[in-house]
């Protein structure tokens, strides 16, 4: 299985400051149709995991433009401009480029 | 509006079995149609976070299903499009399993739109 390493496990913040989080493939997450399938979900405590960001830096509908996604090689980053209250809880890069699908370990925003 | 709910969630013991349903509702509002949705179930697990336990792809392309190394042999889902349901049949269960459980609908043809139930919970414990 893929091995996604996120970093740090745990991200204290200023809300109105910058955050950014990591995740690290072992492998290469490009399919063999060209694309990357790389998201990032917030998972709010008491709700339902929420997909922010897919194919490495494509918004989801609704969600605001401080959340963005970039890659360099197999390093991914999620990043949140001017952090609000509502943006605490815990992270997780998700591929879903080979088969299964796996989750990083989770970066909680406190 | 889009709606996935999960049910059947229980507290068993080791090596008892449990059916989990996911029922979808709003898509057609939406513009997308149940059938065309990949219906994957993922888990939430004290203390290791989120964890993907299995996917169905559309009837159209097969609807196979596919499933984590965890659960694989343990584990079967199947679809109902006629219903708009997907189950999450789990025999054998064990201790680890114990977690909260979520129905996710991927459509792959309308830019991976991504939605989520707000999740059933499983307790195995002896």
């Known amino acids: 299985d893929v091995l996604l390493t996120q970093s740090p496990a745990s991200l204290p913040v200023t809300l109105g400051q910058v955050a950014s989080i990591s995740c690290r493939a072992n492998?290469?997450?490009?399919?063999?149709?060209?694309?990357?399938?790389l998201s990032w979900f917030q998972h709010r405590p008491g709700q339902s995991p929420r997909r922010l960001i897919y194919?490495?830096?494509s918004r989801d509908s609704g969600v605001p433009d401080r959340f963005s996604g970039d890659a360099s090689d197999n390093d991914f980053t999620l990043t949140i401009t001017r952090v609000e209250a509502e943006d605490l809880g815990i992270y997780y890069c998700?591929?879903?480029?080979?088969?299964?699908?796996?989750f990083g370990q989770g970066t909680r925003v406190e | 509006e889009v709606q996935l709910v999960e049910s059947g969630g229980d507290f068993v013991k080791p090596g008892e079995s449990l059916r989990l349903s996911c029922s979808a509702s709003g898509f057609r509002g939406s513009g997308l149609l149940f059938r065309n949705a990949w219906m994957t179930w993922v888990r939430h697990l004290p203390e290791k976070g989120l964890e993907v336990v299995g996917r169905?792809?559309?009837?159209?392309?097969?609807?196979?299903?596919s499933y984590s190394t965890a659960v694989r042999g343990r584990f079967t889902i199947s679809r109902d499009d006629s219903a708009d349901t997907v189950s999450l049949q789990m025999n054998n269960l064990r201790l680890e399993d114990t977690g909260v459980y979520y129905c996710?609908?991927?459509?792959?043809?309308?830019?991976?739109?991504?939605?989520w139930g707000r999740g059933t919970r499983v307790t195995v414990s002896s």
């Open positions: 998700c591929q879903g480029t080979h088969w299964p699908w796996t």
């Open positions: 169905i792809i559309t009837t159209r392309d097969g609807g196979t299903g």
């Open positions: 194919k490495v830096a």
């Open positions: 492998e290469s997450l490009v399919h063999r149709d060209g694309y990357i399938y």
């Open positions: 996710m609908a991927v459509f792959p043809l309308q830019s991976w739109a991504n939605f």
